[in-house]
């Protein structure tokens, strides 16, 4: 079992699992669906085609920086009435709620080690512009990782691989938060696609919450 890393770090991120209409969320870590979505866009995989191989993968998640949440205040004309007609006359408020100055190690993990190889070589050369929940939201930094393809299991990757940043001032040496996708337990996610994106159906799946120690850059 082996395990694609890569690296979700910018100025913004948002990954919304439940907006609807005028309020577009986001959670404190990014979605399976944000992120097979970057996937995607990586092998450039259009909104109508299956994704089942991708949506099969067990992702985890390490928090190396938590993001500060922030509210947008934004305006929206022309928007759907009941009958389907847009009211041009009518100005609603949007808020968009998003994470500043975030940091996460994502590992996706397994069998098809072909597929996994293919991911990394398409998160070096895209095929369309990577966006982190956003298409304004650019990474920062590569998401690709020269060394992201790993023989270990999820947790192990995760836990191996050097911190992303270093830590803040009175956080040295504290464990970093991490999910791991898990087939039995764990607080529900309604963010697993079970159709092509186009669709818009998600289902969900749980995923375990803890922490791990990870090395310092200095210590690689």
Known sequence: MATLLMRLQGPL?????????????TQLEPSKSGVLGLVCAAL???????????????????????????????????VLLASGKPDLRRTVVSPRFYLADAAFLVGLEGEDEALLARIHAAL?????????????FVSGLP???????????????LAGYPRLTPARRGEEGQPLR???????????????????????????????????????????
């Open 124 to 136: 070096r050369v895209p095929f369309w512009p990577l966006a982190l929940g956003r298409k304004s």
């Open 44 to 78: 450039g995989r259009d909104r109508g085609e299956p994704l089942a191989d991708l949506a099969a993968l067990r992702m985890g998640v390490r928090i190396d920086r938590e993001g500060l949440p922030m509210r947008d205040y934004q305006t929206a004309t022309g």
């Open 178 to 220: 991490c999910l791991l996708e898990d087939e039995r337990e764990g607080a529900i996610r309604l963010d697993q696609p079970v159709a092509p994106f186009a669709e818009r159906r998600f289902g969900p799946r749980f995923v375990k919450s803890g922490v791990l120690h990870a090395p310092d850059q200095t210590d690689a």
């Open 143 to 157: 998401v690709w990782l020269a060394d992201g393809l790993s023989p270990l299991p999820l947790g192990q990757a």
């Open 13 to 25: 991120q948002s990954w919304g699992t439940t907006s609807r209409f005028d309020e577009r969320d």
